[in-house]
């Protein structure tokens, strides 16, 4: 049976309980992984991550979660090992978040084909669940000077289940500035105030909104 915890804090509380019954669990050390990543606590996330992983090393799930986590910590080519099987699992559920993942590593060392290839996988895989991946391969776009794409992918990002993507709807209203779309970008830094209020993105949106002539 499934347990919700309200806070990562009593996870770690009913994990604590559950491994003086059975500390050979790879799901065990894996929630508590995800616990500690909730929490920010990188070192000690590694280290659940990493012993769930040595329990079962066929799970794409717990590698996924360890290769996000050295991802985290900029240990790149540590990530891409751990990170490439599960992305090429073809019983993996969740393999777009294995590539996704990829893809943003490449993103970030500059790899920016190969970032692509990951992205597009990611994306057809599971287009409805793909949001970050559509926020990256944009940047991706922008990167390369295609702005028109980058829009479009910005605008996937943003719509069905990716709604409430703060970062994505700010990075789209700064990408409809560059493309001179001037009255669509000063009516979604409006929307952004009214639909996150108090957050950093309200802030960010505030202070694009100025930029707009």
Request: charged residues 30%.
């Amino acid at each position: 049976r499934r347990v919700l915890f309200r806070s990562p804090v009593g996870a770690l509380q009913a994990l604590q309980k559950a491994e003086q019954m059975d500390a050979t669990l790879p799901s065990l050390h894996h929630v508590r992984a995800l616990a500690f990543l909730e929490r920010l606590d990188l070192p000690a996330a590694l280290s659940s991550a990493r012993r769930a992983h040595e329990l079962d090393r066929a799970d794409s799930g717990i590698a996924t979660t360890l290769g996000k986590i050295l991802m985290d910590l900029n240990r790149t080519s540590e990530a891409e090992q751990v990170l490439l099987p599960a992305a090429r699992d073809p019983l993996y559920r969740g393999a777009y978040r294995a590539r996704t993942n990829l893809g943003i590593l490449k993103f970030r060392t500059g790899e920016l084909p190969a970032a692509r290839f990951h992205l597009d996988r990611a994306i057809q895989d599971s287009p409805e669940m793909a949001c970050v991946a559509y926020f990256y391969r944009s940047r991706v776009a922008e990167k390369q000077g295609r702005l028109k794409e980058a829009i479009r992918d910005l605008e996937r990002s943003t719509q069905r289940l990716c709604t409430g993507y703060g970062e994505a709807e700010v990075a789209l209203g700064s990408a409809l500035i560059q493309d001179r779309q001037y009255d669509r970008a000063r009516k979604k830094f409006l929307e952004i105030r009214q639909r996150f209020p108090g957050t950093e993105w309200a802030e960010a949106a505030l202070d694009r909104l100025k930029e707009v002539p």
